[in-house]
């Protein structure tokens, strides 16, 4: 069961650098076929900084240096009865290979539903360059069923 006193919860802050050789491995393990996910002259000729980051990367950020297990047992996550409910992304920027991103992340909500047979939590993360500009928010909803 996930513990309600973990509503409002921040997780330590993390550093994450945008590695050119992960990046184009993501790029090509989904299938993207645009250079500029794959090409640094091609994205520059483009006018990105480098290789662009394809839109579901930044959850890829967020699981940098850390495990499942360590960040999410302590709020009450049995990995057995764990489902991903859902994940939602906005964008403000963009994200380029060699870029350093600043990723927050919190527990906004925790609740059940069928008279207690599903505990939903959903956490918020906050990806922003090294100047403080937001990059991108994803949410991501956990559910655990009972």
Avoid: W
């Avoid at 091609?42 to 495990?67: C, H, M, N, V």
């Amino acid at each position: 069961m996930f513990n309600p006193e973990f509503i409002g919860h921040s997780f330590p802050t993390k550093t994450v650098n945008v590695e050119e050789g992960k990046l184009k491995f993501f790029s090509q393990t989904i299938g993207e076929t645009d250079p500029i996910y794959l090409d640094k002259d091609a994205a520059k000729d483009q006018g990105y900084r480098s290789i662009l980051a394809p839109p579901t990367y930044p959850f890829s950020l967020t699981l940098e240096g850390e495990s499942l297990r360590d960040k999410y047992e302590p709020i009450g996550l049995e990995l057995g009865k764990l489902l991903h409910g859902a994940q939602s992304f906005e964008f403000f920027g963009e994200i380029c290979a060699g870029d350093t991103v600043i990723i927050d992340s919190k527990i906004v909500d925790i609740f059940q539903k069928k008279s207690g047979a599903l505990d939903f939590c959903i956490e918020e993360m906050v990806v922003k360059n090294v100047e403080g500009e937001t990059l991108a928010v994803l949410t991501q909803t956990f559910i655990m069923r009972h």
